[in-house]
């Protein structure tokens, strides 16, 4: 390859233009140490006058005595500049193998050179210090001894050149108390020849140079350390204290010169390239909310408010929630992987594309599905297999250890607390769209080697028995298909009560399983994790619908995409004998015989009966079977029983008015007659004529709607029999004949 350029791009913030960055440049650039420094420095130049209005000096001496002067003097030394004055001082002096300690150019040397400079720094910042008000300017000038001391124990170097030169300015006596101090060895040097003098050479200097520059950031940096407690000191002279708090007020007045460049680039936008600001966005987080164990699901409404604390103006800072939110006790306890396989073999998925659109090489419906378990465990775990994220095998790897997915759904309700009895179960579900109907007849087309819409008779078949036999069998099928879709399963008291078949119906937008739990089978009760394990946070009864992987037809491929708007479940108990039965002489129980009107039956005797099972639900039946015993075995029944007598009765003369128990009255109230039923029923039997029928059954279905369900009733709080009952109860009053049983002539 050639002319090959390679370059890393640019980036929409590295397109800005530096002139355009806010404070690219500032009109006053000078900061609070500099300011004071030069404070200082116009002081040496005012003449200080005395008592006696004598010229005495400057004011420099008074603010050099100032602790936060002396570290704003020390913060604001130019390293820079001595930098490029070091540098122009090594260009200009040539090299030489060593000077004299006595000869010319040893003065010359040291004389242009910037170290001497540095020293006599040094050693300012140091006597400045000796009049420090506070523990921070005590403790920057313990620095500065330290750092002088470790200056004057090198043996070679300017500070002894200048000492045995007699060119050293008068220094603080600091300079000469380390053991191997230079100057305390200047007098040895003196005395000796010139010629046993050492010289000094430019790398001397230089290495001086770094030393003493290095000195001076240390102190820089202690300074920077002890500035602030040094401000707020109040041990400050009054007119110090003054000049410090002018300082920081002219320092606000700066901040607005040096908002110059802000304007500059609100000028550009704004004007020349027309930009407007974009409006407020709103800051955005994530709330992790949990639901009190002991609290239902909670809704959180769109637009409610979250404190989180203040700004730094004092203001609340809220946040709202964008969308409604139901808090539920829903959490993460298992991860799986799905996959859908498409066995190329499995008939009549092959037969069927799951888009209808897309032709050949659209792809078949699934024929099974897999979940395959993924370990929640902690970040790090070494493990010894992979798995595949959307979990699909590699190719060739086989199936491997999968289990059958179990997709389904389940429906909790009170109304599947069915203790006894045969209990037929219907559940009722409602679709958006009838494409389950389509999909079950693209099945039968596939089947039947049909092209959809094609007629299903033949021309010139005037009987229609191709017609009706095709007919028969797309039923057929479509029954095959629905009744093995689900595996059904109800909560019961040992476990699982397993379903052993249903009974389908489908109809436009509407399906619907009936089936049948049968007398011998255990009580439906509620829903225990500890019992029938999942994680269902209910505690009604569970009927649970898995799809069938051993189905005719794969289900999922018929259920995919449905969409549910209603579901609904009705029971119907026969043969329950849990009830709770009341008289007006007391109670009565159903497991024994009992006179339903008492003893000595008359007008107005009546029996009352309920069902715990039933107090909660909303009912649409209520019958109560009764099973007579003793009575008269004579052709013809009562009327023949009671020839003697001075009356005329029938079997069906014998009525018993019916009302319900709603909000702690008896309904229909007043004077509208009641519905009544009657207490006996004649059967009519070959060779033996007409004779009462042991069996009867009183039906209250005309009043069912007026029936108020108590959600306060259940095992736990069964239904009873009192002044204070409210709902739950059919009476039945004996209401004719007035003859009665005989007790009444």
Request: charged share 20%; proline share 7%.
């Amino acid at each position: 390859m050639h002319n090959l350029i390679i370059r890393d791009g640019t980036s929409q913030a590295m397109r800005a233009l530096p002139p355009l960055q806010d404070r690219y440049f500032d009109l006053d650039e000078m900061t609070f140490h500099e300011l004071l420094d030069i404070v200082v420095e116009f002081a040496a130049l005012v003449r200080f006058h005395n008592a006696q209005d004598l010229p005495e000096g400057d004011w420099s001496p008074f603010f050099r005595a100032d602790e936060t002067v002396v570290m704003s003097r020390i913060l604001a030394f130019d390293l820079t500049r001595e930098t490029a004055r070091f540098a122009q001082w090594w260009r200009d002096t040539p090299e030489y193998d060593g000077v004299s300690a006595t000869g010319a150019g040893l003065r010359s040397m040291l004389r242009a050179s910037p170290v001497p400079a540095l020293i006599e720094t040094l050693n300012g910042w140091y006597e400045a210090l000796s009049q420090a008000q506070s523990d921070n300017g005590l403790g920057l000038r313990t620095v500065l001894r330290a750092v002088i001391m470790q200056l004057s124990r090198r043996e070679t170097g300017v500070l002894g050149a200048l000492e045995s030169a007699q060119l050293r300015v008068p220094l603080d006596p600091v300079w000469t108390e380390a053991p191997t101090s230079v100057i305390a060895q200047a007098g040895d040097a003196a005395a000796r020849p010139p010629a046993a003098r050492p010289g000094l050479s430019k790398a001397d200097v230089r290495a001086d140079f770094h030393a003493y520059m290095k000195a001076i950031e240390m102190v820089r940096a202690e300074a920077l350390a002890r500035l602030p407690a040094s401000l707020h000191s109040g041990t400050h002279d009054p007119a110090v204290g003054l000049l410090i708090a002018f300082v920081r007020q002219f320092e606000k007045l700066q901040s607005k010169l040096n908002g110059y460049t802000q304007k500059f680039i609100d000028f550009y936008y704004e004007r020349m390239l027309g930009s407007v600001p974009r409006g407020v966005v709103p800051d955005r987080t994530w709330l992790v909310m949990r639901r009190n164990p002991d609290a239902g699901d909670v809704v959180v409404p769109a637009g409610t408010a979250f404190p989180a604390g203040i700004d730094a103006q004092g203001h609340d800072i809220l946040y709202r929630s964008e969308d409604e939110l139901r808090v539920s006790g829903a959490r993460v306890s298992r991860v799986q992987t799905l996959y859908l396989d498409h066995n190329g073999y499995s008939m009549p998925e092959n037969l069927l594309p799951e888009d209808a659109d897309a032709g050949k090489s659209a792809r078949k419906w699934p024929t099974a599905a897999w979940f395959d378990e993924v370990p929640c465990t902690p970040p790090g775990t070494v493990h010894s297999r992979a798995w595949p994220i959307l979990g699909a095998p590699k190719p060739g790897a086989g199936i491997g250890q999968h289990s059958a997915a179990r997709i389904g759904f389940a429906l909790a309700s009170k109304v599947l607390l069915l203790k006894e009895g045969e209990r037929v179960v219907t559940l009722t579900i409602t679709f958006a769209d009838d494409r389950l109907v389509t999909r079950l007849a693209e099945v039968a087309d596939a089947v039947f080697g049909r092209v959809p819409g094609e007629s299903a008779s033949r021309e010139g078949d005037e009987s229609g028995e191709v017609a009706d036999q095709m007919h028969l069998r797309r039923q057929d099928l479509y029954l095959k298909m629905l009744r093995s879709l689900f595996s059904v399963a109800l909560t019961g008291e040992t476990g699982w009560i397993e379903i052993a078949g249903y009974v389908p119906w489908l109809e436009d937008r509407e399906m619907r399983l009936s089936f049948v739990v049968p007398p011998q089978a255990p009580s439906i009760v509620r829903y225990s994790p500890a019992l029938h394990g999942e994680a269902f946070d209910v505690d009604t009864p569970l009927v649970r619908c898995v799809i069938n992987p051993g189905a005719y037809l794969f289900p999922y491929g018929l259920l995919r995409n449905l969409p549910v708007t209603g579901a609904r479940i009705d029971v119907e108990a026969l043969g329950c004998r849990d009830l709770v039965l009341y008289n007006n002489i007391g109670q009565l129980s159903a497991a024994t015989p009992f006179a339903p009107f008492g003893p000595i039956p008359r007008l107005g005797s009546y029996l009352v009966a309920g069902s715990t099972e039933m107090a909660s639900k909303r009912i649409s039946r209520f019958r109560l079977r009764i099973e007579w015993a003793d009575l008269p075995r004579v052709t013809g029944g009562f009327g023949t029983w009671y020839d003697g007598y001075d009356v005329r009765v029938t079997n069906e003369d014998y009525l018993a008015s019916v009302e319900v128990l709603a909000k702690g009255g008896w309904l229909p109230a007043g004077d509208p007659p009641r519905p009544v039923v009657p207490l006996f029923h004649t059967r009519v039997t070959p060779g033996k004529g007409e004779r009462i029928d042991n069996t009867i059954v009183w039906d209250a279905g005309s009043l069912v709607h007026l029936f108020e369900p108590d959600a306060g009733v259940g095992p736990a709080h069964p239904l009873t029999w009192g002044p204070g009952a409210k709902n739950g109860f059919f009476k039945f009053t004996f209401a004719a004949p007035a003859f009665a049983f005989g007790h009444e002539v």
